[in-house]
């Protein structure tokens, strides 16, 4: 489980084609503090720690991505160079700063427009009609794995859903979102509360 509240920003500096993706990412994380087997989310996906830097060495560490995490997630989101946003697993007695989330992709949103508001930035997003049941206005929302509010929802006549986020200096300064542009791809992951609530409707049908 994570919340939703990033701790670092991770460069993806190589990529081996195995039977997986095995993945090398830069990190300020301590490594000597991160078991092999421990979860990282990386920009809203939960991967596992399969090798680190050796004590005392520049940190980085090594996840394997399936094909089936490659499929669910935003285009070319693991080619080298790419920056991740990564949050390390909740323990018990963290602060839930953000709200609950799995590192679980529900989908993947376009970004369809980017404006300044105040000293924050509105950004607007277009998900997957799979997804419209599970948006609502002050609800949660992970967009590449950082917890926010959704600000207001708009149904279109596609099916597809618009809803629009701020995100404010801070977070644009300590995630990736800040260098959010019209036409990039986004992982998105709704509340788990609302995910739930969504099933237990379909059994009742």
Do not use: Q
């Given at each position: 489980m994570f919340t939703g509240i990033i701790t670092?920003?991770?460069?993806?500096?190589?990529?081996?084609?195995?039977?997986?993706?095995?993945?090398?990412i830069d990190s300020g994380y301590d490594m000597g503090a991160v078991d092999l087997g421990a979860s990282i989310a990386c920009s809203g996906v939960c991967l596992t720690v399969v090798d680190k830097a050796p004590a005392g060495q520049p940190g980085w560490f090594a996840v394997d991505v399936s094909a089936e995490s490659v499929s669910r997630t935003a285009p070319a989101m693991?080619?080298?160079?790419?920056?991740?946003?990564?949050?390390?697993?909740?323990?018990?007695?963290?602060?839930?700063g953000g709200h609950i989330v799995t590192g679980h992709v529900d989908g993947i949103g376009a970004v369809v427009g980017v404006c300044p508001e105040g000293d924050s930035r509105r950004i607007g997003i277009a998900a997957p009609q799979a997804l419209a049941a599970y948006l609502a206005a002050?609800?949660?929302?992970?967009?590449d794995g950082v917890s926010l509010t959704v600000n207001d929802v708009a149904d279109q006549?596609?099916?597809?859903?618009?809803?629009?986020?701020?995100?404010?200096?801070?977070t644009?300064?300590?995630?990736?979102?800040g260098a959010l542009a019209a036409g990039d791809r986004v992982n998105l992951e709704i509340?788990?509360?609302?995910?739930?609530?969504?099933r237990m409707e379909q059994l009742r049908r």
């Open positions: 670092d920003i991770g460069t993806i500096t190589r990529v081996e084609r195995r039977g997986d993706l095995r993945i090398v693991w080619a080298a160079g790419r920056r991740l946003n990564l949050e390390r697993a909740l323990k018990v007695g963290d602060e839930l002050k609800g949660s929302i992970t967009v006549p596609d099916g597809e859903v618009h809803f629009a986020i701020n995100i404010i200096p801070h644009a300064a300590l995630t990736t979102l509340d788990i509360l609302a995910r739930y609530l969504g």
